[in-house]
């Protein structure tokens, strides 16, 4: 198990540590005696209204308590951030995971407005894949890779909003190995009785999005408890699944109304499966070709079009 997971942004590499887990609500209540009269103003708008905070500018949110934005940016700074932006990413990751389904509608609706919001959706979208693609370990990729081609078997699990992407890859993984297991349960008793049976030369790819599913979290506990390797894709080092991860992914994810954007971790779900294809690439031509013979033999495709 690593001594860091968070590759280069805690104290283990020379920052704070303590920012990644935080319970920022209590530490503002905490806080409140000792804060100046402009803090205790933010602190209490912040407190009732941290949904609407998050995705307000400094200065915005200082003309909403009336008072200036420098003293909104001494506030993020007194509470042990380097500056608002990191202060405002903190409480962003609040919202997120503990919204309720209408609250995160709401919050988005006023986030988007009355624009275009193809053109809005899609743009953010964009945004996250390049986002993804700045800030992913290529170590922990290239690791993933080669922990999944080598695996005796390959257990993948994601319930909720994340059931569809690990179907998705089950799917295609299935088409390379036929040691592959998706993990599909209503409660967490047939869970456990669907990855009982794993041991240190399997990997489990988990694969959670806030809000974040005790399931999951039980489901790598155990894995990791029995040695198995661990790929996590998740949206953050805050997630409940991150610091159990043997190969971390992080994908950015943000809400897009009462649901999330999960283009990013699909765009990394592609390029496990694509690196995959290509080093199995001799033994994959040979079963894709068997394939198209069973599907040509009992008419699985239309081929009457072009």
Not at 288 to 305: G, P, S
Request: aromatic fraction near 8%; charged fraction near 25%.
């Amino acid at each position: 198990m690593r001594d860091c997971i968070c590759r280069g942004i805690c104290g283990v590499c020379g920052e704070r540590q303590d920012t990644m887990k935080r319970n920022l609500l209590k530490e503002i209540d905490a806080g409140m005696p000792s804060f100046s009269k402009g803090q205790k103003l933010i602190a209490n708008y912040i407190s009732e209204h941290y949904d609407k905070a998050a995705y307000m500018t400094a200065a915005k949110l200082g003309s909403i308590v009336n008072v200036s934005e420098s003293t909104v940016v001494r506030f993020a700074i007194e509470l042990g951030f380097e500056g608002y932006p990191e202060f405002q990413h903190q409480l962003q990751e609040l919202v997120r995971i503990k919204l309720t389904s209408f609250q995160r509608m709401e919050v988005t609706n006023d986030r988007i407005g009355d624009g275009d919001v193809l053109s809005k959706v899609l743009l953010a979208d964009s945004e996250k894949i390049k986002h993804t693609l700045d800030g992913i370990d290529r170590e922990d990729f290239a690791a993933a890779v080669e922990k999944i081609i080598s695996a005796q078997k390959i257990y993948i699990i994601g319930v909720r909003s994340s059931a569809s992407l690990a179907g998705f890859l089950n799917y295609n993984l299935r088409m390379i190995f036929d040691n592959v297991k998706f993990v599909e349960t209503t409660s967490g008793s047939e869970m456990f009785e669907e990855i009982m049976d794993i041991t240190p030369n399997d990997v489990m790819i988990a694969i959670s999005f806030p809000r974040y599913s005790k399931r999951i979290i039980n489901a790598v506990d155990y894995a990791k408890h029995v040695g198995a390797d661990v790929i996590t894709i998740t949206d953050s080092l805050m997630s409940p699944i991150a610091h159990q991860a043997n190969q971390l992914l992080i994908a950015q994810s943000d809400m897009a109304s009462f649901v999330d954007s999960l283009v990013a971790p699909l765009s990394i779900i592609n390029a496990i499966i694509v690196a995959v294809a290509r080093e199995k690439k001799d033994e994959l031509t040979v079963r894709l070709h068997r394939l198209e013979e069973i599907w040509d033999e009992y008419d699985v495709y239309d081929k009457t079009q072009g």
